[in-house]
């Protein structure tokens, strides 16, 4: 894949020496040829904005924010608080999992609409097999305020009015007028707009791994620059339960 040829000015990628056109690209274009093998500036530039728009936050009470505020209460390092936060991006409730089945939702569905099947029962047959549909829903909130900014973002530069996009807001539509509890996410969104740009959701996956990082690093800052132990400085003894007593087994969770 590369290598870099120490004491020779010369680093290699994908065949291509980058070293001396170091200036030429973003971190987010490097990224992405890194990723991909292809050059794409206009959609490296919108994949930044998937990341402040969607995931960057500066939040503590948000799942990976607690944890590097949780690191900086209690004085570890920057780069340990901010990889056991990223960490929590793994999750498959919220994090960049369910976004990597959200594409490959997109695809799915895709190839059997074009085959002739029906989106209800494309729609119910996943209800049925997964519960749910990676991309539709979100806790806390009925509405979902990131969606009006990156899509007009995108539609900027050209993207957002592709096949997958449609098909997004074509799900959308039928849960509206439906018995079902969901409604889109900004992850479907960032899904359908990786879908018609024609990248696996393998690749979308690597692409997002760090879309948390500009939440994580003012969360830590923050906790660390207060007083030591005071974010969230609760023990579990102080927690006054009433109800049947279990005992869990950790690792089967």
């Not at 290699?12 to 890194?34: Q, T």
């Amino acid at each position: 894949m590369g290598a870099a040829i120490i004491g020779k000015e010369r680093v290699v990628l994908r065949g291509v020496d980058f070293l001396s056109g170091c200036n030429k690209r973003s971190w987010a274009e490097h990224l992405f040829f890194a990723i991909t093998g292809e050059e794409n500036k206009e959609f490296s530039r919108l994949i930044e904005a998937m990341w402040v728009t969607v995931t960057s936050f500066p939040d503590p009470r948000l799942w990976v924010n607690r944890v590097a505020a949780l690191g900086g209460t209690v004085r570890t390092t920057g780069s340990l608080a901010a990889n056991a936060a990223s960490a929590l991006g793994e999750a498959n409730a919220y994090g960049i999992r369910v976004g990597r089945r959200a594409v490959d939702l997109m695809y799915r569905f895709k190839e059997k609409l074009d085959a002739g099947a029906e989106l209800e029962d494309l729609i119910k047959q996943d209800l049925r097999n997964y519960k749910a549909l990676s991309g539709f829903g979100r806790p806390l909130a009925s509405k979902d305020e990131r969606i009006e900014p990156l899509l007009s973002f995108a539609r900027s530069l050209g993207y957002g009015n592709g096949p997958h996009v449609k098909l997004i807001f074509d799900i959308d539509d039928y849960f509206q007028n439906s018995r079902y509890p969901f409604q889109m996410n900004a992850g479907a969104l960032m899904a359908a707009l990786f879908a018609d740009q024609g990248i696996s959701a393998e690749d979308a996956y690597y692409l997002v791994i760090h879309c948390f990082m500009a939440g994580i690093y003012p969360c830590y800052i923050d906790a660390k620059n207060k007083p030591e132990g005071v974010f969230f400085p609760l023990s579990a003894s102080r927690i006054k339960y009433s109800g049947v007593h279990t005992r869990r087994n950790w690792r089967d969770i």
